[in-house]
């Protein structure tokens, strides 16, 4: 009987040993081996803009932005590695719009002024030109008083406005708001206003080289009084951002540095012999 079980072991030990050990399952790619994640998109920029000042910000035929400002705008945000998505606003609401966080920046011909620093921060300006009064060619210009009657049209909430109603009406001037630059040109056409007061760039680009400027000038001198026109247009924000200040001020210091600002100076300016940057 013992040699039974002994027998019956050795069988049972030897099977054991003969029997194939099962491989081990394959261990999982390295990291390196596994496909790349897709870069992330760069962080959206929402820029506020108002379309109706060329060459600085206006549309092109199938409706994309574009001027001056669209091009500064993107040159900057190609230097922090955000996107900038533009959003049009209506001028006199640009800065309820950006305190209600409806868009991250303001970056359309907005000129630092003390009246508006107190209710929003500005970067460093990216540019600074002066404004104009421009008149039919058959009004003789002195003096505020002397277009006494005249009507003048300008843009709603804009530093022009703020000299329109500070000097020209009370010396009899008929000053006339309008919610769009684009709309004092259709009804300075259209006989309604005798001529406006604009940026002197705008008014040159966007309508005194056109065709239905050709019976208007510019008349009197410079316009750039700082209680009025500020100290040159910058990037606005919401206060308490000095992060976001900071990248931007850096991005126009950059641009300016490295070539990118005379290259779109020379784009929209070029003929006019001028470097919008000013002084």
Known sequence: MKKLFLGLSVLTLLAACGKKAEAPAPAPAPAAEQVAA?????????????????????KT????????DVDIANAVCEQIKRKCVFVEQVWDSMIPG??????????SSMSITDDRLKEVDFTDKYYNTPSR?????????TDPASIK?????VLKGSTQEAYAMGELKPAG?????YEAQDQVYLDIKSGRLDGTVADFMEVTGGFLSKPE???????????????????????????GEDAL??????AIKAIRENGSYKTLNDKYFAKFNIDVYGE
């Open 133 to 141: 009064i421009v008149l039919k060619k058959t009004v003789k210009y």
């Open 213 to 239: 400027g050709a019976k208007f000038a510019l008349a009197g001198p410079d316009l750039k009084e700082p209680k009025y026109f500020g100290y040159g247009a910058g990037i606005a924000l919401r206060k």
């Open 245 to 250: 200040k900071g990248e931007l001020n850096a």
């Open 61 to 68: 035929a199938d409706g994309q932005p574009t001027g001056f």
């Open 38 to 58: 897709a870069p992330a998109a760069p962080t959206e920029l929402k820029v506020a803009i108002d379309p109706t000042y060329e060459p600085f910000t206006y």
């Open 98 to 107: 950006l305190n209600a966080k409806k868009y991250d920046v303001i970056i």
């Open 149 to 153: 009657g005249k009507k003048i049209g």
């Open 173 to 177: 001037v008929v000053v006339n708001s």
